[in-house]
């Protein structure tokens, strides 16, 4: 389902003599100016907006027309970022400037859709050399009050899959380490010997020396690779690199496939695109996010520490259990929750959550996803019967057995864990279980 919002735009963006002037839809306050200045690497910024813009454009599974979707852009504190999902939902790709990317001061902060068009990004196509490059995020001159005058109205669909995405990926890549890393010339010739878009296989990519060799079998230390052609966004950036990450979840023989990271570091902004674990497989079903939205005590945590958000570049968890007088755990669980919400984000890079808001309604990733939605029902209903660390949950006509492993988690005699085995987060039964062991506990 789309959740349409509607965006106004005071002109479209565009490459001026003086630099390049991207137009937002707003803030914090109605199109406000995050920042002002001159990118330091004008060509290698060119490159890493190109490729956030073209991944928000394709669709990698079963492709079709282009999308229409508009990169989102957060400025912070000492960083600006631009992110995206592509049309399928498989790849989320970010640029993070830092502060050795810009000569300028970041003059607000906020979270907002930038509107990067085809006229746009035929001008950065052409930036190249040492030509400067300046980015004004908001025109000057915009009164903040009201959006009535001369202005461009966009409709700018954004899905709530997008929402989802965005909810599942910061879960998903906070269990994430550094796997590799590789010089930029080794890094160059792995990526060029990838396979192409049309190859669907799920590879496995090992540490080897300087650089990486796929083999299609995990083992120990590797990194889940799965539709190597989902990685030609960041080709564009290769000449500007001067080194390749990889991140990813410890994985052991007979792993199943997983999501990854790929990130290319220029010195002076990062390009990351994290993968889903298949081809086909959207973020937005991953399911990860499912036990942060479950708790009520997460709920109550989350708004005492979404109230001391401050924009900071990485958030301190540390400094925010001394100012809560929660405990490290809860905290990352809050920002867990506040996650889902689109308030926080996670960078494999620091190895930290960062700070934004969506322009998106807070509940609609909970309304919105159906597992949630019916342990809830099962719940008010009273159909789980606990038997200590079992459960019988009735559904319908049926009644499916819960059952807790020793390391926690859950199994279920549903058609879901048959299934999906856990890899795509709970069934709604096991759920419910959850919920209700928070409500006696």
């Not at 001391?308 to 301190?316: A, E, G």
Request: aromatic residues 6%; proline residues 7%; glycine residues 10%.
């Amino acid at each position: 389902m789309n959740a349409v919002q509607t965006y106004r735009y005071l002109q479209p963006s565009t490459l001026r003599t003086a630099g390049l002037d991207l137009q937002t839809s707003g803030g914090p306050a109605a199109n406000p100016r995050f920042f002002s200045g001159f990118l330091t690497t004008p060509a290698a910024a060119a490159a890493g907006l190109l490729a956030v813009a073209e991944v928000a454009r394709t669709r990698y599974h079963q492709p079709v027309s282009p999308a229409s979707l508009d990169p989102v852009v957060t400025g912070s504190r000492e960083r600006l970022r631009f992110e995206s999902f592509s049309g399928c939902c498989g790849v989320y790709a970010r640029m993070d400037v830092v502060p050795a990317g810009f000569d300028g001061e970041i003059a607000g902060h906020g979270t907002t859709n930038v509107d990067v068009n085809p006229p746009l990004r035929e001008a950065l196509a052409r930036v190249g050399g040492i030509e400067p490059l300046h980015l004004a995020v908001g025109p000057d001159d915009l009164t903040v009050s009201t959006m009535e005058g001369a202005v461009v109205e966009r409709k700018v669909p954004l899905p709530g899959r997008w929402m989802r995405g965005f909810a599942e990926v910061h879960v998903l890549t906070a269990g994430f380490e550094p796997r590799a890393e590789v010089p930029a010339a080794q890094a160059t010739a792995f990526l060029r010997r990838l396979p192409g878009s049309s190859d669907r296989s799920v590879l496995w990519a090992v540490p080897a020396g300087r650089t990486l060799r796929l083999t299609s079998r995990p083992t120990p230390g590797a990194v889940c690779l799965a539709g190597a052609g989902r990685l030609a966004a960041l080709r564009g950036l290769l000449r500007h690199a001067r080194t390749l990450r990889v991140y990813g979840p410890a994985v052991r023989a007979g792993s199943p496939a997983v999501p990854s990271t790929w990130e290319l570091d220029t010195g002076s902004l990062r390009l990351s695109l994290t993968l889903s674990p298949e081809p086909h497989r959207g973020f937005s079903g991953e399911g990860a996010a499912l036990l942060a939205l479950a708790g009520d005590e997460v709920i109550d945590d989350a708004e005492l520490v979404g109230a001391l958000l401050s924009w900071d570049p990485t958030i301190d968890v540390a400094a925010l259990a001394d100012a809560t007088g929660l405990s490290d755990e809860r905290v990352r669980a809050a920002l867990a929750q506040l996650g889902t919400a689109g308030r926080v984000g996670y960078d494999v890079a620091d190895a930290g959550y960062f700070h934004r808001v969506m322009p998106h309604d807070a509940g609609r990733a909970e309304r919105d996803n159906p597992r949630l939605v019916g342990a809830r029902t099962l719940v008010e209903q009273g159909a789980v019967r606990r038997d200590g660390d079992h459960a019988t949950v009735r559904s319908d006509d049926d009644e499916y057995r819960v059952r807790r492993l020793p390391d926690g988690n859950l199994t279920c005699t549903c058609r879901w864990w048959a299934t999906y085995r856990g890899q795509r987060g709970p069934c709604k039964h096991a759920l419910a279980v959850s919920m209700l062991a928070e409500v006696t506990v």
